[in-house]
């Protein structure tokens, strides 16, 4: 998909989304679908800033790093955040109160510039919670390794673009408790530069990867970007992140 085209079908949603009334927000639980089943996270919107989040935002890890390497840009024509990953791990998300069965569907558009590692070190990240028949109360504590700042969750899914085209699809286990799983939706240099728009079935990867919990239970708990903190410096343009059913 060129960027005009995309950049098109970036403002067809836009216009269409206008007659949806705008998603609620729990501040316990997070904003909440339309009567559609739709939920915008990202368009992102005019005056969208890292540095004044809207309520119901929250930065993880390293605060100042995720302010300064993350902007708001027009890039070839499509808004976007332009995300860079730095010396430290820092997620950017929006808490949200999203039945995962009722809306299943998680879209955007992303253009990956070229990196020195493997994996690239930005990707979309996924939290839930309730589907683990092991899982404590909604007040559990989030994932350790970003600190107390996410909301309760209980299972965390990366979104990332890996190092080639044929591990697309491939899911690699978490590490340890307290990390995410990870599901390579795209990768390869030769794919680098591009815009792609991408279209998941988020529920489809969760059973897969945890095929003893209870989806019916289990709620997105936030939508954000991550960016890796190691040295292999790599940068992400993201746009028109969205759930639906």
């Known amino acids: 998909m060129t960027a005009r085209m995309l950049a098109t079908a970036i403002m067809v949603m836009a216009v269409a989304g206008c007659a949806i009334p705008r998603a609620s927000f729990n501040p316990d639980g997070g904003a909440s679908v339309d009567p559609e089943g739709r939920l915008s996270i990202l368009g992102p919107d005019p005056g969208f800033s890292v540095s004044s989040l809207p309520g119901d935002w929250v930065i993880a890890g390293n605060a100042e790093v995720a302010r300064r390497n993350t902007t708001l840009v027009h890039h070839q024509g499509v808004p976007a955040l332009r995300v860079d990953n730095g010396e430290t791990v820092f997620v950017v998300a929006r808490r949200t109160d999203v039945n995962l069965l009722a809306s299943p569907f998680l879209s955007w558009s992303w253009q990956v510039e070229p990196h020195a590692g493997n994996v690239h070190p930005v990707r979309l990240v996924v939290g839930f919670h309730g589907g683990d028949p092991k899982s404590r109360s909604w007040g559990a504590q989030p994932f350790a390794w970003l ?99």
């Open 147 to 245: 600190g107390r700042d996410l909301p309760p969750n209980d299972r965390m899914i990366s979104l990332v673009w890996g190092e080639s085209a044929l591990r697309r699809g491939a899911i690699d286990p978490p590490s340890e408790a307290g990390r995410a799983a990870r599901y390579t939706l795209r990768g390869g240099i030769e794919n680098t530069g591009t815009w792609w728009l991408e279209t998941v079935d988020i529920s489809g990867i969760y059973a897969r990867i945890w095929p003893a919990d209870d989806l019916a239970a289990a709620r997105i708990a936030f939508i954000g970007i991550s960016a890796a903190g190691d040295g292999d410096k790599g940068a992400a343009f993201i746009s028109g992140i969205l759930v639906s059913r």
